[in-house]
């Protein structure tokens, strides 16, 4: 079925890989790029993509692979401004026709409007500690031999949706969810975290794909997280109406979780929640007792599998339908992925998802311009 993501892809001429890492160092490896070339229906060389190892130049191997094939979207944004005008075409709207126009050249032009050319895509990645988390059955994610923690697995599923909507010219931006009260001070693997690491927003703007890219590659996965405490600020801070793609593990009350998002669909952004879950988190599949530590407050929590494994399995369960329900309530995109997942299976799944509900209207009107 034809693929579409609201407001993310349209048709465009295509553009050729630049083989430019996030950092503008240029890429040594162009045998990377023709060594994908046929890799469009798997995606991608486990092999090729540990030699690259950096999202920018990932994202731009990886999209395409997968962008041919992909049709017009039916959703063509929100907005209302003039944009420009172009030559009138047999099948155009003639309500779009500037007749004005018209009386002075004696030709047929019809308005676009900003709403047709480009949206606003904001781009909100989890990046507090607990999605740091991998474990040794990462499986084959179509990325790398090794396991990918959920940070790195959404980071290269952001990178690959940034890239597609650049591609469309669309406005592109970026929010880390992080608690603001909680201490930084390095990430798991003790580098420090400083400024560079620390781009909490950048606002949609079409000339900001380099800044995404950078700010993807540089975030780390440290600290608390107050998940919904961030996507409120996140929703006040946003003053134009667009697509906010959330990313995370969702580990915070469901309710507390929907009311955050509520207020982002409020203001009338079109949301989408993308749950990434490792796959001994899914299935809790320990053999035998373990000690585990919370990656955000250091506690630890003794485990006898064959006595919490299935209770475990059953919360886990009613936490995911909890969600799915009252997210899928209020019209918000809701798709739990593993991280065992090749990366080429999670989009052709959300997309196809997506593009077969039905729309509503956004729920309401965001402030200011």
């Given at each position: 079925?034809?693929?579409?993501?609201?407001?993310?892809?349209?048709?465009?001429?295509?553009?050729?890989?630049?083989?430019?890492?996030?950092?503008?160092?240029?890429?040594?490896?162009?045998?990377?790029?023709?060594?994908?070339?046929?890799?469009?229906?798997?995606?991608?060389?486990?092999?090729?993509?540990?030699?690259?190892?950096n999202i920018d130049?990932?994202?731009?191997?990886?999209?395409?692979?997968?962008?041919?094939?992909?049709?017009?979207?039916?959703?063509?944004?929100?907005?209302?401004d003039f944009a420009?005008?172009?030559?009138?075409?047999?099948?155009?709207?003639?309500?779009?026709?500037?007749?004005?126009?018209?009386?002075?050249?004696?030709?047929?032009?019809?308005?676009?409007?900003?709403?047709?050319?480009?949206?606003?895509?904001?781009?909100?990645?989890?990046?507090?500690?607990?999605?740091?988390?991998?474990?040794?059955?990462?499986?084959?994610?179509?990325?790398?031999?090794?396991?990918?923690?959920?940070?790195?697995?959404?980071?290269?599923?952001?990178?690959?949706?940034?890239?597609?909507?650049?591609?469309?010219?669309?406005?592109?931006?970026?929010?880390?969810?992080?608690?603001?009260?909680?201490?930084?001070?390095?990430?798991?693997?003790?580098?420090?975290?400083?400024?560079?690491?620390?781009?909490?927003?950048?606002?949609?703007?079409?000339?900001?794909?380099?800044?995404?890219?950078?700010?993807?590659?540089?975030?780390?996965?440290?600290?608390?997280?107050?998940?919904?405490?961030?996507?409120?600020?996140?929703?006040?801070?946003?003053?134009?109406?667009?697509?906010?793609?959330?990313?995370?593990?969702?580990?915070?009350?469901?309710?507390?979780?929907?009311?955050?998002?509520?207020?982002?669909?409020?203001?009338?952004?079109?949301?989408?929640?993308?749950?990434?879950?490792?796959?001994?988190?899914?299935?809790?599949?320990?053999?035998?007792?373990?000690?585990?530590?919370?990656?955000?407050?250091?506690?630890?929590?003794?485990?006898?599998?064959?006595?919490?494994?299935?209770?475990?399995?059953?919360?886990?369960?009613?936490?995911?339908?909890?969600?799915?329900?009252?997210?899928?309530?209020?019209?918000?995109?809701?798709?739990?992925?593993?991280?065992?997942?090749?990366?080429?299976?999670?989009?052709?799944?959300?997309?196809?998802?997506?593009?077969?509900?039905?729309?509503?209207?956004?729920?309401?009107?965001?402030?200011?311009?």
């Open positions: 079925m034809p693929l579409s993501l609201s407001g993310l892809f349209r048709r465009r001429p295509p553009r050729q890989p630049a083989g430019v890492a996030a950092d503008g160092v240029a890429a040594t490896m162009p045998g990377a790029e023709r060594a994908m070339a046929p890799a469009a229906k798997r995606f991608v060389d486990p092999a090729v993509l540990a030699r690259i190892g130049l990932v994202s731009r191997l990886l999209v395409d692979g997968f962008i041919s094939g992909l049709h017009n979207a039916v959703f063509k944004g929100v907005s209302v420009e005008h172009r030559p009138y075409t047999p099948g155009d709207d003639i309500r779009c026709v500037d007749w004005r126009l018209y009386a002075r050249s004696d030709r047929l032009y019809v308005k676009t409007f900003e709403a047709e050319t480009n949206a606003d895509l904001m781009l909100a990645l989890d990046v507090s500690a607990s999605m740091a988390f991998v474990s040794d059955r990462g499986g084959d994610t179509g990325l790398s031999r090794a396991a990918l923690s959920k940070f790195d697995y959404g980071r290269y599923a952001l990178g690959c949706l940034a890239e597609l909507s650049a591609r469309q010219r669309d406005r592109i931006g970026f929010a880390a969810l992080r608690d603001p009260d909680a201490p930084v001070t390095s990430d798991p693997a003790g580098d420090p975290v400083g400024e560079l690491a620390r781009v909490d927003f950048i606002a949609p703007s079409a000339r900001r794909r380099e800044f995404v890219m950078r700010a993807l590659a540089n975030a780390r996965a440290a600290g608390g997280g107050d998940l919904p405490a961030a996507l409120t600020r996140l929703a006040r801070r946003l003053t134009r109406r667009g697509i906010v793609v959330v990313l995370s593990d969702f580990y915070a009350e469901p309710e507390r979780i929907a009311a955050a998002l509520a207020e982002l669909r409020l203001r009338g952004q079109d949301v989408i929640a993308l749950h990434i879950l490792d796959p001994r988190e899914r299935d809790l599949d320990f053999e035998t007792p373990v000690l585990l530590r919370d990656m955000e407050s250091d506690a630890l929590t003794p485990l006898d599998p064959s006595v919490a494994t299935q209770q475990y399995r059953t919360r886990l369960s009613a936490h995911l339908d909890t969600l799915r329900q009252a997210l899928g309530a209020m019209d918000i995109t809701y798709a739990c992925f593993g991280t065992d997942q090749p990366l080429d299976h999670l989009l052709h799944r959300f997309l196809s998802e997506r593009d077969g509900r039905p729309r509503r209207a956004g729920g309401g009107r965001a402030h200011g311009r």
